[in-house]
């Protein structure tokens, strides 16, 4: 390939709304261009990317048995009726309608056509296992679109599903896709951790994420730098507490606490440690009749230690908050504590509420927490003696840097990361909802056991510039690069040794198969390596007069601090072993 014939468009600025580094290179770079908000055009220099992940991806997932097909963008409303899930979603799920005004949705992803495509055609347990896998494009109508491709509202997704005949079977498809993602994560040359993630309403310990590690990433991921334990922060969970609880060691007492409503201030007003003291958190259930009107409410009062922040997720396993729970009101929270958010407690409830006490508080004595009375607080509060024992004790927090690892084998770690794929164990939720049955060996039928499985094709290019990058631009591994290799020569419109021997090397290793592109535009070379560098084509070789003069030209990899002298009769054979390296 030469240059003279591709589209190179870069700027020597960002647009003044990318804020990310990604979006900011993939823009200078000349890979997108934005049309709307969170709508991008990829350009030939991103689109060469974008083809090498997919190309990664099919090959991988062909590997592993799944089968490729592509389904529509826009889909028939009545397969998402079938769900619920055309409700449901949210204003994400972008509805339409055609001239004879029917409804359709733009889709963000695919789970309803492929079912209605099983029921159809897998007839018969010998059918199965099957996976149907496509790359698409989707839409998800996000309210805030930033960070470029990172959260676009349009983007390329290949998401898969298997179908199986039972739950073992299912077990199996999804260790597979598990393996399979390892491969491709692998061949991209990043990064990144396989993290369990929470299953949501399905249940169960199947889901894993795939984030690719970036200080600027959205996630925290939780890991024990000396075991295999790894998760997301909704999953991750600390070793539980075996310490008995210490006995009392001083009175209950209410003190005055002006002004102080968060854990913090109070803690620096008694000179405490922030972990002596507990955050009250309200919720309430809804209590509905038949018909689904609300008839009532039970109020809820969760403890956590005040430097510890809850987790919603896990709040929702709680039994009786698992059905949903909503932050109470604040007229239900003064008809239940008689005072305002930032002085709650336990002690002296106007009307009784559920307790839940994080498994950390359940065993602290001589804690502190609101009195139920502006400006004060009560201290020296211990279970059993000034309350009794909580309704329930549950793991309601987030893990911290530091906490025992649950294996027992050392403590946890946190960094960030940026999701970029999630294989998924689904179960009979979208086949039950559709009829998606077949004929099992018995001759009766059964609903399939599905999962799903998914990877951002064009999110992985943004995360994979977030975690390689420096001043100057990108730095590609080479299997996603849009370049393997970019041959430099300086002044080959003047000199037309340095011509001859810059075709000579493109033509050798293009025909050995390598991605090389000849620079033959006549920049000054300042011009031109700022250029390649911004871009982040891994390797260079650059061919001047001079060098041919002294029989060597020089290579340089992207990350290389200076360029190596390189004989001119061994440059290919060099640039090629570097390539197997």
């Known amino acids: 390939m030469r240059a003279s014939q591709f589209l190179i468009s870069t700027l020597k600025e960002a647009p003044a709304d990318a804020e990310v580094a990604s979006h900011k290179l993939m823009m200078r770079a000349g890979m997108i261009k934005?049309?709307?908000?969170?709508?991008?055009?990829?350009?030939?220099?991103?689109?060469?990317?974008?083809?090498?992940?997919?190309?990664?991806?099919?090959?991988?997932?062909?590997?592993?048995?799944a089968v490729e097909c592509t389904m529509p963008v826009v889909q028939p409303a009545e397969l998402w009726?079938?769900?619920?899930?055309?409700?449901?979603?949210?204003?994400?799920?972008l509805r339409i309608k055609d001239r004879h005004d029917r409804d359709f949705v733009v889709q963000p992803t695919s789970e309803e056509v492929v079912t209605d495509i099983a029921r159809q055609e897998l007839r018969s347990y010998k059918q199965l296992p099957k996976n149907l896998y496509q790359v698409q494009t989707k839409f998800r109508d996000e309210r805030r679109p930033r960070f470029g491709l990172m959260r676009g509202r349009?983007?390329?997704?290949?998401?898969?599903?298997?179908?199986?005949?039972?739950?073992?079977?299912?077990?199996?498809?999804?260790?597979?896709?598990?393996?399979?993602?390892?491969?491709?994560?692998?061949?991209?040359?990043?990064?990144?951790?396989?993290?369990?993630?929470?299953?949501?309403?399905?249940g169960g310990d199947l889901s894993e994420e795939f984030q690719v590690i970036a200080a600027?990433?959205?996630?925290?991921?939780?890991?024990?730098?000396?075991?295999?334990?790894?998760?997301?922060?909704?999953?991750?969970?600390?070793?539980?507490?075996?310490?008995?609880?210490?006995?009392?060691?001083?009175?209950?007492?209410?003190?005055?606490?002006?002004?102080?409503?968060?854990?913090?201030?109070?803690?620096?007003?008694?000179?405490?440690?922030?972990?002596?003291?507990?955050?009250?958190?309200?919720?309430?259930?809804?209590?509905?009749d038949a018909q689904g009107n609300v008839t009532g409410s039970q109020v809820w009062l969760l403890?956590?230690?005040?430097?510890?922040?809850?987790?919603?997720?896990?709040?929702?396993?709680?039994?009786?908050?698992?059905?949903?729970?909503?932050?109470?009101?604040?007229?239900?929270?003064?008809?239940?504590f008689g005072a305002k958010p930032g002085y709650l407690g336990p002690i002296g409830l106007k009307q009784p509420v559920k307790i839940v006490a994080d498994r950390e508080?359940?065993?602290?004595?001589?804690?502190?927490?609101?009195?139920?009375?502006?400006?004060?607080?009560?201290?020296?509060?211990n279970w059993g003696r000034d309350l009794p024992e909580p309704d329930a004790v549950a793991d309601l927090r987030n893990v911290v840097e530091g906490d025992l690892s649950p294996d027992g084998q050392g403590k946890l770690a946190i960094e960030r990361g940026?999701?970029?794929?999630?294989?998924?164990?689904?179960?009979?939720?979208?086949?039950?909802?559709m009829d998606a049955t077949f004929l099992d060996e018995d001759g009766k039928p059964k609903v399939f056991?599905?999962?799903?499985?998914?990877?951002?094709?064009?999110?992985?290019?943004?995360?994979?510039?977030?975690?390689?990058?420096?001043?100057?631009?990108?730095?590609?591994?080479?299997?996603?690069?849009?370049?393997?290799?970019?041959?430099?020569?300086i002044g080959m419109d003047r000199s037309a040794d340095v011509k001859a021997a810059a075709e000579k090397l493109h033509d050798e290793l293009a025909a050995a198969g390598v991605d090389v592109l000849l620079d033959d535009r006549g920049e000054r070379p300042g011009a031109m390596f700022a250029d390649w560098e911004l871009i982040g084509v891994p390797h260079r070789v650059v061919i001047s007069d001079r060098g041919l003069k002294e029989g060597q030209l020089e290579y340089q990899h992207r990350r290389d601090a200076a360029a190596t002298k390189v004989a001119a009769g061994e440059i290919a054979a060099f640039v090629k072993g570097r390539l197997a390296a």
């Open 34 to 65: 934005k049309l709307g908000a969170g709508i991008y055009t990829y350009m030939p220099m991103g689109l060469r990317v974008i083809r090498k992940v997919e190309a990664i991806v099919r090959e991988e997932m062909n590997r592993a048995g």
């Open 81 to 93: 009726q079938e769900t619920g899930r055309f409700d449901k979603m949210g204003p994400e799920l």
């Open 154 to 202: 349009e983007f390329i997704m290949k998401d898969a599903y298997s179908f199986d005949r039972d739950q073992a079977a299912a077990k199996r498809s999804y260790e597979t896709m598990a393996q399979a993602y390892r491969r491709i994560f692998d061949r991209f040359g990043l990064r990144y951790r396989a993290v369990a993630a929470d299953s949501g309403a399905i």
């Open 216 to 288: 600027t990433g959205e996630d925290a991921i939780v890991y024990c730098p000396d075991s295999q334990y790894a998760a997301n922060m909704e999953k991750a969970e600390a070793l539980a507490p075996t310490h008995a609880r210490p006995a009392p060691g001083r009175a209950m007492e209410k003190v005055p606490t002006p002004g102080k409503s968060t854990c913090e201030q109070v803690a620096e007003l008694l000179k405490v440690p922030l972990a002596t003291t507990v955050k009250s958190l309200v919720l309430a259930t809804d209590k509905l």
């Open 303 to 336: 403890l956590l230690r005040g430097d510890h922040d809850m987790n919603e997720i896990k709040v929702g396993k709680v039994p009786g908050l698992d059905n949903g729970f909503r932050f109470a009101t604040v007229a239900e929270i003064e008809a239940h």
């Open 361 to 381: 508080v359940a065993l602290m004595a001589d804690w502190i927490a609101g009195a139920n009375e502006e400006d004060f607080h009560t201290v020296g509060i």
């Open 418 to 433: 940026i999701e970029v794929g999630h294989i998924f164990y689904l179960g009979t939720k979208y086949s039950k909802a």
């Open 449 to 489: 056991e599905m999962g799903c499985y998914g990877i951002g094709i064009t999110r992985l290019p943004a995360a994979a510039i977030e975690q390689n990058h420096d001043e100057r631009g990108i730095i590609w591994p080479d299997a996603i690069a849009p370049f393997t290799v970019v041959v430099c020569p």
